[in-house]
């Protein structure tokens, strides 16, 4: 046996300011689509590039614990826009008088419209009941799941892909119509299918429902500071 292990392989590449350019167009013209939707399918190469964008995301002590639901079966699709509806109800009723006519303006899904939903999981018990960098922070694991969803996200608007996370539902009802496991959270709902345009800003921003915070009120030095 060697004393020393092999050297690990490692890249040193830098990226050109033209591609440092391109990443932050994309992230920045990242949007959340919810009606644009072409019914035309996503290739399956498209489609496995954008997943292993997703699988290559960060996870605490490298869980992994994601799957991927893919659901194109318009009955299944019927049945989860139903949820949807029963609990965008409850949600309207839960605004004050004064805006819920803004919110039911507002269009906040695209399950039945676009082609493909995705629903984006962790199996908590993965790794078992160990895992490192999860032990006084069980909740670590769900945030991996979202790293992949972002990633994911990205990925997509890179191929011309719209994606829409809807969170409207009641969980339990979401878990019945996809039969996942109560070990498995359902992390994400997503809708996703090209579309021909991005708009340039968040809707809900160009909707008047709610503007972009300045980064700069969003910095702190050195601990919390509340405004004022
Ligand atoms: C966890 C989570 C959950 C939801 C969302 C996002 C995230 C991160 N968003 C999308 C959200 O409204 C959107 O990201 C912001 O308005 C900012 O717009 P862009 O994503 O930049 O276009 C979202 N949008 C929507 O129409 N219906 C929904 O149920 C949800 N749910």
Same mark, same amino acid.
């Given at each position: 046996?060697?004393?020393?292990?092999?050297?690990?392989?490692?890249?040193?590449?830098?990226?050109?300011?033209?591609?440092?350019?391109?990443?932050?167009?994309?992230?920045?013209?990242?949007?959340?689509?919810?009606?644009?939707?072409?019914?035309?399918?996503?290739?399956?190469?498209?489609?496995?590039?954008? =997943?292993? $964008?997703?699988?290559?995301?960060?996870? @605490? #002590?490298?869980?992994?614990?994601? /799957?991927?639901?893919?659901? %194109?079966? !318009?009955?299944?699709?019927?049945?989860?826009?139903?949820?949807?509806?029963?609990?965008?109800?409850?949600?309207?009723?839960?605004?004050?008088?004064?805006?819920?006519?803004?919110?039911?303006?507002?269009?906040?899904?695209?399950?039945?419209?676009?082609?493909?939903?995705?629903?984006?999981?962790?199996?908590?018990?993965?790794?078992?009941?160990?895992?490192?960098?999860?032990?006084?922070?069980?909740?670590?694991?769900?945030?991996?799941?979202?790293?992949?969803?972002?990633?994911?996200? =990205?990925? $997509?608007?890179?191929?011309?892909?719209? @994606? #829409?996370?809807?969170?409207?539902? /009641?969980?339990?009802?979401? %878990?019945? !119509?996809?039969?996942?496991?109560?070990?498995?959270?359902?992390?994400?709902?997503?809708?996703?299918?090209?579309?021909?345009?991005?708009?340039?800003?968040?809707?809900?921003?160009?909707?008047?429902?709610?503007?972009?915070?300045?980064?700069?009120?969003?910095?702190?030095?050195?601990?919390?500071?509340?405004?004022?």
């Amino acid at each position: 046996m060697p004393d020393t292990a092999p050297a690990a392989p490692v890249s040193a590449r830098r990226f050109t300011p033209e591609e440092r350019d391109t990443i932050h167009e994309v992230i920045r013209s990242r949007r959340d689509v919810r009606d644009e939707f072409r019914p035309d399918p996503i290739p399956d190469d498209v489609l496995w590039r954008i =997943l292993d $964008a997703a699988h290559h995301a960060p996870s @605490v #002590g490298f869980m992994q614990p994601w /799957n991927f639901i893919l659901v %194109r079966d !318009i009955d299944r699709r019927r049945a989860v826009h139903r949820a949807f509806q029963a609990a965008n109800a409850e949600a309207e009723a839960m605004f004050p008088e004064e805006t819920r006519s803004t919110y039911r303006a507002l269009k906040l899904e695209g399950i039945l419209k676009a082609p493909l939903n995705i629903a984006v999981t962790c199996d908590r018990s993965r790794c078992g009941p160990v895992v490192l960098g999860r032990t006084h922070n069980p909740e670590m694991d769900l945030y991996s799941s979202v790293c992949a969803v972002q990633n994911l996200w =990205l990925a $997509a608007r890179a191929e011309g892909v719209g @994606v #829409g996370w809807v969170s409207i539902y /009641n969980e339990p009802d979401l %878990r019945a !119509i996809l039969g996942v496991p109560d070990r498995v959270a359902i992390v994400a709902y997503l809708c996703v299918g090209f579309v021909d345009a991005f708009y340039a800003e968040p809707e809900l921003a160009l909707k008047g429902w709610r503007q972009r915070l300045p980064l700069d009120q969003l910095v702190m030095h050195e601990g919390w500071q509340e405004d004022g």
